[in-house]
């Protein structure tokens, strides 16, 4: 899926990579990063959390901050930064990736309702999902095609 961002008015591809937990999907994605960026290419993730997480911690300035209504706070250190924002709604996949910076390629692990084309990591067979926008099916047993 084309998104705008991308540098020099190219436009951003995005892949789901898609599945139930423990299927292997993250250890595919260590893999395949560093093959695209020996290729060149600018890779970002988007992982979408499905439980609540905080990066901060309580007692924390940036936590304090959060606490008394900020609705974004960033933290930065000499190596990294990360924005923090407060949402009233869930953010959607787009909203998401206008905050990245220009990149060739966006990965995104996540769930099978992704609107983008998506490559399946499965272990078992028992139910195999079919999203609409499936690219590839990944597995460890064969399956018949």
């Not at 060739?104 to 609409?132: E, F, H, K, Q």
Request: overall charge positive; charged content about 20%.
């Amino acid at each position: 899926m084309p998104v705008s961002g991308a540098p020099n008015g190219a436009r951003m591809k995005t892949i789901g990579f898609i599945g139930y937990s423990n299927t292997g999907k993250t250890t595919l994605i260590e893999k395949l990063v560093p093959l695209f960026t020996a290729r060149g290419l600018r890779v970002a993730a988007i992982k979408h959390a499905h439980h609540g997480f905080d990066m901060d911690r309580p007692g924390k300035d940036s936590y304090r901050y959060r606490e008394a209504g900020a609705q974004q706070v960033l933290i930065a250190t000499a190596q990294r930064w990360a924005l923090l924002t407060e949402t009233s709604e869930p953010a959607t996949l787009a909203d998401l990736l206008d905050q990245l910076a220009p990149c060739d390629l966006v990965i995104t692990p996540g769930p099978a309702s992704l609107r983008v084309c998506s490559l399946m990591s499965i272990s078992a067979l028992n139910s195999l999902p079919r999203p609409s926008r499936r690219l590839a099916t990944l597995t460890t047993s064969p399956i018949a095609v």
